[in-house]
């Protein structure tokens, strides 16, 4: 049996996304996998693991709420039907209390931190002595790969911490669905209501421009277009691409041949009021909507940690 503690200095760090993983690469390989969120009291267990419910097979039930002053109880009972055990911490708790469930369960500890906070979380990691398993950073940008391996690794080994695994960002991780768009924009289903969880990872704006529309649109996948419903020109050509979903702005409907196409190619259809440059700058805020809430991230953040840190680096080979 492997226990983990994963945790991290600061909130939004990725503790759901890698529990999440190694729970799914465990399973995969035919080991039993139980997920034990630990808040900071009872009153905070409501609506603990909804992000864990929305990422996992409805009939598969291996995870689970506790408070910090039972969490010690609640593995011990566990421990003898799994094979791994991940031990998601709130951010909230204090350092004293995680410390203390970290001695009385024996688990091993893995700190994630995002790129951008780094080395401030070192200490922080350090906190838990002999029992830290290493540092996995998060959300690594793509040009940021040399100063990782030449500046912040080299800083954390100088600091006594090893650095397990670095994952880059990731166009999936950060997509929001069809269902938060519209709600982020207080959009209308036109059509395609029953697609509300497909996943946008691009957005476009429909327009005037001196190369043809679909070369155009070619370009980004998984999209958004963002267009004024009385531009079947354009929708037409971005229909010839691959796309999620319509926003059409100005509170315009298509036409009925944009609405056929739409629905033959599933691409649902969202109305908002507003015209499109304010649509685009509410675009901006969706990205306080994203978080690890969707099966498609489970598997895809699965492979970055089978790539970046390496499962059996973190089970000793489980």
Same mark, same amino acid.
């Given at each position: 049996?492997?226990?983990?503690?994963?945790?991290?200095?600061?909130?939004?760090?990725?503790?759901?996304?890698?529990?999440?993983?190694?729970?799914?690469?465990?399973?995969?390989?035919?080991?039993?996998?139980?997920?034990?969120?630990?808040?900071?009291?009872?009153?905070?267990?409501?609506?603990?693991?909804?992000?864990?419910?929305?990422?996992?097979?409805?009939?598969?039930?291996?995870?689970?709420?506790?408070?910090?002053?039972?969490?010690?109880?609640?593995?011990?009972?566990?421990?003898?039907?799994?094979?791994?055990?991940?031990?998601?911490?709130?951010?909230?708790?204090?350092?004293?209390?995680?410390?203390?469930?970290?001695?009385?369960?024996?688990?091993?500890?893995?700190?994630?931190?995002?790129?951008?906070?780094?080395?401030?979380?070192?200490?922080?990691?350090?906190?838990?002595? #002999?029992?830290?398993?290493?540092?996995?950073?998060?959300? !690594?940008?793509?040009?940021?790969?040399? &100063?990782?391996? %030449?500046? +912040? $690794?080299?800083?954390?080994?100088?600091?006594?911490?090893?650095?397990?695994?670095?994952?880059?960002?990731?166009?999936?991780?950060?997509?929001?669905?069809?269902?938060?768009?519209?709600?982020?924009?207080?959009?209308?289903?036109?059509?395609?209501?029953?697609?509300?969880?497909?996943?946008?990872?691009?957005?476009?704006?429909?327009?005037?421009?001196?190369?043809?529309?679909?070369?155009?649109?070619?370009?980004?996948?998984?999209?958004?277009?963002?267009?004024?419903?009385?531009?079947?020109?354009?929708?037409?050509?971005?229909?010839?691409?691959?796309?999620?979903?319509?926003?059409?702005?100005?509170?315009?409907?298509?036409?009925?041949?944009?609405?056929?196409?739409?629905?033959?190619?599933?691409?649902?259809?969202?109305?908002?009021?507003?015209? #499109?440059?304010?649509?685009?700058?509410?675009?901006?805020? !969706?990205?306080?909507?994203?978080?690890? &809430?969707?099966? %498609?991230? +489970? $598997?895809?953040?699965?492979?970055?940690?089978?790539?970046?840190?390496?499962?059996?680096?973190?089970?000793?080979?489980?």
């Amino acid at each position: 049996m492997s226990l983990f503690y994963v945790t991290s200095n600061l909130p939004a760090q990725g503790k759901t996304a890698l529990c999440s993983s190694m729970a799914h690469l465990s399973l995969d390989r035919g080991v039993n996998a139980n997920i034990v969120k630990v808040v900071p009291h009872s009153s905070a267990l409501n609506n603990t693991v909804a992000n864990y419910e929305s990422v996992f097979p409805n009939d598969l039930e291996l995870f689970s709420a506790v408070p910090i002053n039972g969490a010690s109880k609640s593995l011990k009972d566990m421990k003898s039907s799994s094979g791994v055990i991940l031990m998601e911490g709130d951010s909230s708790i204090s350092t004293e209390d995680q410390e203390k469930l970290v001695s009385e369960t024996d688990a091993e500890v893995i700190v994630i931190s995002d790129y951008v906070n780094g080395i401030e979380c070192a200490e922080y990691a350090k906190g838990f002595g #002999t029992k830290l398993k290493g540092v996995v950073i998060n959300f !690594l940008p793509r040009f940021a790969e040399t &100063d990782v391996r %030449e500046r +912040l $690794v080299p800083e954390f080994e100088s600091l006594g911490v090893t650095v397990i695994g670095v994952i880059p960002e990731d166009r999936c991780l950060l997509s929001v669905s069809v269902a938060q768009i519209a709600e982020c924009l207080g959009g209308r289903f036109f059509s395609g209501e029953n697609l509300p969880d497909a996943l946008v990872q691009n957005f476009m704006v429909g327009g005037f421009g001196m190369d043809p529309g679909q070369y155009v649109f070619s370009t980004k996948a998984d999209k958004a277009v963002v267009i004024r419903g009385d531009r079947p020109d354009v929708q037409m050509s971005a229909l010839q691409t691959d796309v999620t979903c319509f926003i059409m702005t100005n509170g315009i409907e298509p036409i009925e041949y944009v609405t056929y196409e739409s629905q033959e190619e599933e691409v649902p259809i969202l109305v908002v009021e507003q015209d #499109t440059l304010q649509t685009m700058e509410d675009v901006g805020n !969706l990205q306080g909507n994203v978080s690890f &809430d969707h099966p %498609e991230k +489970l $598997v895809r953040m699965s492979y970055l940690i089978s790539s970046s840190v390496g499962l059996e680096l973190l089970t000793g080979g489980l």
